[in-house]
């Protein structure tokens, strides 16, 4: 089973799957969106991770005895930092349009891109983005929820120290043990908050189906799409393709949400975009998509 799934993904080629795994993380957004009047955002996030990592332990279940004490640290670091950028990223989009919320949240891994790289051009790619959020800054306040924004940027800033211990992690684990271990650690802090939020929305088998949707294509379905894509392209040009998202979560949310953002949006996020997939053309390592 697992030789014909891998058979088949290796017909597609591997920019397309780099392109349908950020599609997926996106379209899990928005469909998460949807079910916040029911489940809230907290109860999402706790369902994304208790069904998240339920998935990713049964596909591939790590070893997770006889962990040191230093990896025991970095898998509960993780997971608190997977949480809380989850968290922040949910009560953003319950605030403010997909599109603008992922423009925001992408200062975190354009910054780690931009340490990783070394080019004097660099200065260009900083200039882009401060002039991409400057551009949101005057709907700050009327139409632009400033609450949604500070999430926002919150999450990116959450998204930068993820990053920077997924790289940690991926040097102590083999195969996905870290993840699962953190994805475990976020749903354990999640839970008591998740019931008291959601309530009895939880005995809603109608609900928890659309829950587990997210989790799938939020969590399993894009991280086994990007991982087969990494294997077949280098880091910088992977990271240049998930540059993108600001753009598909833009389209995601006007498709599936019928949210419009105006010119000064779009233009807003067309300049987070380029200067993403400039900084990343140039960094020593792409930085790796929050699929979790």
Partial sequence: MNRSRAVDLDRIPAPWLVV???S??????AIAKSLFDELTPTGLVMLRLVFGGLLLGLLFRPRVRNRSSRELQLAL??????????FCFYQAIDRIPLGIAVTLEFVGPLGVALVGSRRSSDFLWVA????????????????LDAVGVAFALGAGV?????????IHVGRAFTGPTGLVLAMAVGAAVSLPFGIASAGSALLEPELLAAAFAVAVLSAALPWSLELEALRRMPAHVFGVLMSLEPAIGAL?????????????????IALVVIASAGAARGARAAPAPPDV
């Fill in 128 to 143: 882009m983005a401060a002039s991409g959020i400057a551009l949101l800054a005057p709907g700050i306040g009327e139409g």
């Fill in 24 to 29: 997926s993380v996106q379209l899990g957004a």
């Fill in 20 to 22: 349908a795994g950020v």
């Fill in 158 to 166: 959450l998204w930068a120290a993820y990053i920077t211990l997924s």
């Fill in 77 to 86: 670091a993780f997971g608190l930092t997977l949480v809380t950028m989850n």
């Fill in 252 to 268: 995601v949310g006007f498709v599936v949400l019928g949210e419009r953002i105006g010119v000064r949006a779009i233009t807003a």
